[in-house]
């Protein structure tokens, strides 16, 4: 059974419409993130949730945000979706910081 | 800067050989090094992990080495079978509460 869910798994948008990723969990973990993850390339974080707590990777773009509403749900939010936002985006959860992290399936978002 | 640099970038085995991954770390406060496997279209799914107490970590097929002084671990997949054919990530975080830091990748393909 998936324990990090996300939707959906394929979406499209068109160029600067914002558009929503949403992440769930079962597993009651306090921390979940989000990455970009590009064609080839590895993961890249953008910002993760300790609890409530929003913390925002130095080099992530303005255009992306977040909001957990409560443990089992965060979403991301791409406010205006440039033709580089295209990528595979993927949720991850962890019991604790430094413990091992449990990635969904992503999303993966296409931009026309 | 690159603080993982993982190698090859691709390899190809044959079925039953084995498979090495290495990575290189530069940051010595790291303390915890995940080895993850994705597949086409999946998220990275936890390997196997080890922590710089000991210097080896076998699980079944899958053995992680581990050499402190040289800041360096790699990933030894014994009898490579087809379905091991994934792109593998190693990864290194510090205890601290940081995030991973995430190797460039490996794509192997095992031919039969």
């Known amino acids: 059974d998936a324990m990090v869910i996300q939707n959906p798994r394929y979406q499209v948008t068109q160029f600067g419409k914002p558009v929503t990723l949403s992440c769930s969990q079962t597993?009651?973990?306090?921390?979940m993130y989000w990455y970009q993850q590009k064609s080839s390339q590895a993961p890249k974080l953008l910002f993760h949730y300790y609890d409530k707590d929003f913390n925002n990777e130095a080099d992530t773009p303005d255009n992306f945000q977040s909001r957990r509403p409560n443990t089992s749900f965060c979403f991301l939010d791409i406010r205006s979706p440039g033709l580089g936002d295209a990528a595979m985006y993927l949720c991850?959860?962890?019991?604790?910081?430094?413990?091992?992290?449990?990635f969904g399936d992503g999303t993966r978002l296409s931009i026309l | 800067q690159q603080q993982v640099k993982q190698s090859p970038q691709s390899l190809i085995v044959q079925k039953g050989g084995i498979s090495i991954i290495n990575c290189a770390y530069e940051n010595t406060a790291f303390d915890y090094f995940p080895w993850y496997q994705q597949f086409p279209g999946k998220g990275p799914a936890l390997l196997i992990a080890i922590r710089p107490d000991v210097s080896e970590k076998k699980e079944g097929r899958f053995t992680i080495s581990f050499n402190k002084s040289a800041k360096q671990f790699s990933l030894h997949i014994m009898d490579s079978q087809p379905g091991d054919s994934a792109t593998y990530f190693c990864?290194?975080?510090?205890?601290?509460?940081?995030?991973?830091?995430f190797g460039g990748g490996t794509r192997l393909m095992v031919k039969p």
């Open positions: 597993l009651n973990h306090n921390v």
């Open positions: 991850a959860t962890s019991r604790q910081i430094n413990q091992p992290q449990h």
């Open positions: 990864a290194a975080s510090k205890s601290a509460g940081n995030m991973l830091t």
